[in-house]
């Protein structure tokens, strides 16, 4: 005589793979080094355009170097800003889609970091600031950030360059 037993449904969530770890600097479309804090090094960026459409994405590579433990989980921000400041784009996150916080980045280390940055559909035609920086999520913080030379960055942000919206 058989037995059946009856178990409940059960949900099972599957994590995406782990990132590799990368030690080899790749080759960098638009080599810029800056500091942020004293442990995160960023090496500049790749764009896919320089202009974008109104309402559409504004796809973004970044590349930092891990030089120490980083004690925070930073979250990255992308801005796509006005001359006042005014944020017509932005795209805040944990590195590499979330499954790379800074607070688990290796010395040595290279991530290759992208975002997809919308851009507002009302944004006037015109010339924009690409700025990018870390933050501490819970605090609202950013992490300080320096120049090449190691001067302080203002509003302790890195400015990329410009790019041109479209209509």
Known sequence: RSTFLRLPDLKV????????????RPAIANPLE??????ILFLGYDL????VAAGDVLALT???ECQGIVPIS??????????????WGQKDGVPVDGSRPTSGWVAGEIITDT???PIKPETPTGEYLLQIGMYDPISLERLTAFDAAGERLP???IIL????ITR
């Open 48 to 51: 896919a355009r320089d202009s």
């Open 74 to 87: 930073y979250s990255i921000f992308t801005h796509v800003a006005d001359e006042k400041n005014e944020i």
């Open 13 to 24: 969530q599957v994590l995406p793979a782990p990132t590799p770890i990368t030690m080899a």
């Open 155 to 157: 509003l302790d942000r």
């Open 34 to 39: 800056a500091r942020l804090g004293d442990k």
């Open 62 to 64: 970044l590349y930092w």
């Open 161 to 164: 360059g410009l790019i041109y």
């Open 115 to 117: 975002y997809e940055i």
